[in-house]
């Protein structure tokens, strides 16, 4: 995010600190200069970009489609041509990632989360009155795409690094460490850093290798202000760590002031003038004894409190080797990490060092941090049939925090540990972290320590990897397919499995859905994947797709957590995923499309796929869950196919003798409930049929095909589904939320010994 402001205000009223540059000929006068400079060190002779990875994700997907889950072989295409561009003009780049969320910025974090919530809300319902994709207005990143594109980098062969502080600080820090050419993002903040020169990602023409250079120098002769004088700044405007509510009065003041002194109203917005006059109360009140970039002005009118979150502010800003308020206040990394006395110092030392090489995921964030976070994903909030991700994944990750934290122990600890979660999804208000708490899986032998897991060797020792993998999810009976498939459909078969038991809504065809686009994802490219037509949209259809990407991340971190039983490439998602693949895969199941049209006519998938069907259903039907066939027939959207031909209509559309009544009869219903009546009726709609679920929950009832689902989750444990808490009654107020109400909290599987 940046300093509130400050971007926008450089672009508007300094134009000349944005100077358009050409990075090929940066490089060259850069190389020149270092050969004439005899001491000049490998990493300035070469032409280095210190790049933000999450500033660049809207740059990198650039594909059409978006909503389905993500077109993730049309982005690997994307970053391999992105890559080669730079690496033609003999630049070298460097990838910083961010690793986790300091408890600082948790507030700012929070309030962006529950901001995305309202877009995703606007997105389904366009999906649903559409039954398209929204315009790019309502852009949202396929869920993951940080998580994978950092390995996804890697992968090419890139020098890429995951943040143990704030990313953009160990940027600015690696920059100006290493004489980088440029810092490439779009943040603000590096402007404030002293440290490389900032360019813009999002004005990168990347055929010409040109964009804009915001000159720090010029912009401080433009405000009147040293470089010295930029944190104040911009923590005055606020930041990240000094919200703007923080600073309000010292604003106030600085703009009535300015205007007193400034009667004609200069050029820029409301905005651009709050920037002026911030600049104008820092250099009036800058003592001129003190130049430290930490210093803080005595004349400030700040109380006790101001004081001390703007001392924080002012931190952030200081890079090792520039001057501090006192020893000590550069950021550092914690001393303690959450859970020392649970794993052994070489867990701890391994564990940092592959979270800083991207070679583990999650690992280091629960072992030193005690923390985990998941930002927003597509999950509609009033679709209270499906079970947001958060709480699907739950047991899952309850298992692999006690492969980390129990295992070698008997989980009797008297401090049973618990792991902080910040998961976002729908009906939670994130006023506070979840508390979880681990969980054993059940091996067939002792549970070993994370030591010999880790640091063992031999093949009694790879198959206890396999094995607490497997465990995770629930799929031990699968052992005897690792080396007869391939890596990526065992993992993508373990996903879905799990999956399955734990989310009673979902029926036969999607399981046929997701395995047979998991089968035929592997023999397509991306251009192939980009020609695939889809007459229509389902809401559901585009939740399962992130559902399934969601599980992805979570099948890497129960990898990592097992020392990689599996190698992390196989369980990317360009191995078993494509959006657009899984949504016409699903829309032919849903139509009881003969499985050979739905493998392609392909006789090598369709044998895969049914091979890898009956080991789901052997396993379902060991833990007590039968499948069921339960057809969603979403609404057409008949604009859209209008402009289909007969034969493109009818690839998703055609249906078995008899069927097409009940398509009629299931859009008619859709039909109505999306478009008929007023508020009231709705309202009052609504209400029965939240009721009519509620009766079938007291009942413990659930009827087949797709005319009733429960609205509350099945969580598995070895010995079957765990007990549902009773149903909680609901006061008046709760019905009269609005057409758009947040859908409950989710019931919660009991704690363990329960």
Known sequence: MGVKGLQSFIERCCPEACVTVNLREMARQQVSRSRQDRAASLSTIVPTIAVDGMACLRHWYSCKDWVCGGQWREIMDVLKRWVEAFTSAGI?????????????????WVKRRRRVNGEICKIFNYVKAHRQQPGRELFCLPSGLATFTSFALKSLGQEVFSSLQEADYEIANYACQHGCMGILGQDSDFIVFDSAPYLSVAKLQIGTLTTVLYDRQRFCRNIGLTVAQLPLLACLLGNDVVSEEWMQNIRNEAMATYRINHPAPHSGASQGQMVLAVSHLVSSVWDRQERGKGHI??????????REILKRGLCSYLLPGQEALQQGDIPALPSTPAFEKYVSPEILKACREKHVAVEGFMVYNVLCEGVTECSNTLE?????????????????RQLIYGLLLLHGHDGRHADFPAVKEWFVYPGHPLLEADMVHPLLASL?????????????????????????????????DFSELYGTIEDSLLAALCLVTYTLLQVQTLYEEDADAYLSQAVCVRLKSPQELQQIKLPFLSSRAVQLGSLYVRGLSHLLFANCASECPLPNAALMPWQSFDGRLFHSKYLLAHNYTEKTVLLDNNPSCLSLFLCLKEKLMETCRKRGRILQSGRIAPERNHEAEAGLSHRERHSVSDQAPGDGERWSEMEETTRGHQHGGGRKEKWEAGRDRREFRDRLWEGGGRMRGSQCFHSQPHFYNDGGPLQCPPKQSRSQSHYNRGRYRLAPRWSQPPPPGT
């Open 92 to 108: 070298r780049l460097v990838f910083f990632f961010d690793g986790l969320v300091k408890e600082q910025k948790r507030a700012e």
């Open 297 to 306: 002005p005595q004349s400030l009118n700040l109380s006790g409190a101001q």
């Open 380 to 396: 509609d909030e009033e679709d209270t049939e499906l079970i947001p991700q958060a709480l699907v994944y739950k047991r899952c």
């Open 444 to 476: 067939p032998c002792d549970n070993p320590s994370l030591d010999l897991l880790w640091f063992g060797s031999g093949p009694e020792v790879s198959a206890l990897r396999l094995t607490s993998f497997l465990s995770i999810f629930g799929c031990l």
